[in-house]
């Protein structure tokens, strides 16, 4: 039986490792140079290549090399898998994060090249999530090719089912992603280098036909290889070998119901890397959140005529997406990275922050705030009806302002607070942080609150305190509570010591101090 052995050529870029972005850019350009020079000389060479963020300066660095670089990909010899920004990590980004990979690196590929990449091309990512196949498979992709967190005696092609029941073809590779890297240069030396991999992947493999993808971290692609290749295939007929692509393999295969089905979470392994550097997985989610406010509220901009911010948007999202590369989010790379990491999310955090507040300013412009009092306009970004504390600072010139209360826009009293209260030398309110409680804010809309002078008219609040009057008795013990939980604590030291459940009358831990008992 001959097994048909597609060799993809390949070149893994890590976009920011063990040297900075810059150099590993030009590191990475000059491997394509190479692969040009081998395309143009040898006709069964073939060659894959991913990643928006380092063919898109390629090309522009390179304006001389487009037109023929354009068509070794129209003739299928350059294959463009991937079709996202960087080779995220796939567990530690959200959701979200991934389809703005999908949606950066797809614009470049479709645009620049005319591609619909259908290759998922995670080969070095450390895990899949099982909503890996949803994502991917709603984002375009047919199929994707990956090296870990496998059992070993796992198959090699398999369905990978998603919580969602999608079912996203897989190949695992056995051996890695280097399966003829730094070969033996002849004839005899390579057969025996080669031929114990290859009976492993086929003890692995479903069909007659094996992936062998060759190429490593950075490196270029090898001359010789084209004449080993043909001087193999006329020196026995167990293996052929084929200059192919991902998508000629998986079109080879016959995914029928031989084929396996797997829906296990296939998480990390790599616990060391998943736990370093935790500013950059800290940052990254933070930053997340700031970005899908930006655009959530440049979309209330745009519905009110407000020009978008597009592109100093795009912008600051490939600085985070940069980020989300598997090696650098993963924690896997050098001081250098790192701190070069960090400055790429404080530009994306300076820019989000003065977008959103100058965007919320001129939104604010367009909302009829007019009415006693100074009007608070608070923002809900979430897709559903929100209720949650809000803080904000009022100033006042009028002396006689003593004490306030927080109004909704139907004129009801909310729970409210001062806090960090500074006043004129006759007690009137100077400046004040003001806690408030904000209800039923709808969705992807606002709700104008209005701080007003005190009528004395009591908000609707159950929350009761031990010291009601504000006067401070010698007590070793004191208590907050609603009608829901009552808070136990401490005062010579501050510890909460009590912790009551009203509702199913339970304490979670037991009160050693004087404290009253519970009611």
């Not at 395309?39 to 304006?63: G, I, K, M, N, V």
């Not at 955090?349 to 959103?356: E, K, L, M, N």
Request: some cysteine.
């Amino acid at each position: 039986m001959t097994h048909y052995v597609h060799i993809v050529p390949h070149t893994h870029f890590d976009a920011e490792v063990f040297i900075n972005r810059e150099a590993t850019l030009q590191i990475g350009f000059s491997n394509i140079q190479d692969a040009l020079r081998l395309l143009r000389s040898d006709p069964d060479f073939r060659f894959t290549l991913d990643q928006a963020c380092y063919l898109e300066p390629y090309l522009r660095q390179h304006p001389e090399e487009r037109r023929v670089f354009v068509e070794f990909v129209e003739s299928g010899r350059i294959e463009i898998a991937g079709g996202t920004y960087v080779m995220p990590d796939l567990n530690l980004p959200s959701g979200e994060s991934f389809i703005r990979q999908v949606l950066h690196g797809r614009e470049f590929f479709e645009k620049e090249l005319g591609v619909d990449v259908k290759a998922g091309w995670t080969i070095d990512s450390f895990g899949h999530h099982p909503q890996i196949p949803q994502l991917m498979l709603k984002s375009g992709f047919d199929y994707t090719v990956f090296q870990r967190v496998m059992r070993k005696n796992g198959p090699s092609e398999f369905f990978y089912r998603g919580l969602d029941g999608a079912m996203l073809r897989c190949h695992w590779m056995p051996v890695g992603y280097v399966v003829l890297r730094d070969a033996p240069g002849n004839l005899y030396e390579f057969g025996r280098f080669l031929e114990p991999k290859l009976e492993y992947l086929a003890a692995h493999a479903r069909s007659t036909h094996l992936l062998a993808l060759t190429g490593s971290d950075l490196t270029p692609p090898e001359p010789g290889l084209s004449r080993l290749v043909r001087e193999y295939n006329e020196c026995q007929d167990r293996y052929r070998l084929i200059f192919s692509s991902s998508r000629e393999f998986f079109e080879a295969v016959e995914w029928n119901d031989a084929i396996p089905v797997v829906e296990e979470d296939l998480n990390p392994v790599f616990q060391g890397c998943y736990s370093a550097r935790i500013e950059v997985k800290q940052e990254n989610r933070e930053l997340e959140r700031l970005m899908t406010d930006w655009e959530k509220v440049d979309a209330m901009g745009r519905l009110l005529g407000i020009p978008e911010t597009r592109n100093r948007r795009d912008a600051a999202w490939k600085n985070v997406l940069f980020n989300q590369f598997h090696d650098i989010i993963a924690g896997s790379h050098v001081d250098e990275v790192f701190f070069a990491a960090k400055r790429r999310f404080d530009h994306a955090r300076s820019d989000a922050g003065d977008c959103i507040d100058a965007k919320l300013r001129a939104i604010c412009r367009r909302i009829d705030t007019r009415g006693e009092g100074v009007p608070i306009v608070v923002f809900n970004t979430l897709g559903w009806e929100r209720r949650d504390p809000v803080e904000c600072t009022v100033v006042f010139s009028e002396p006689d302002v003593y004490d306030l209360e927080v109004r909704n826009a139907r004129g009801e009293v909310v729970p409210s607070d001062l806090m960090d209260v500074e006043r004129f030398a006759c007690g009137g309110i100077r400046k004040t942080t003001v806690l408030f409680i904000a209800n039923d804010v709808p969705a992807f809309g606002h709700e104008v609150y209005r701080v007003v002078r005190s009528t004395g008219v009591s908000s609707d609040t159950s929350i009761e305190t031990s010291d009601p009057l504000g006067v401070r008795e010698d007590k070793a013990s004191g208590f907050i509570a609603n009608e829901f939980y009552r808070l136990t604590f401490d005062l010579w030291n501050g510890l909460m010591i009590g912790f009551y459940d009203r509702v199913n009358g339970w304490e979670s831990f037991p009160i050693r101090s004087r404290s009253a008992t519970p009611s």
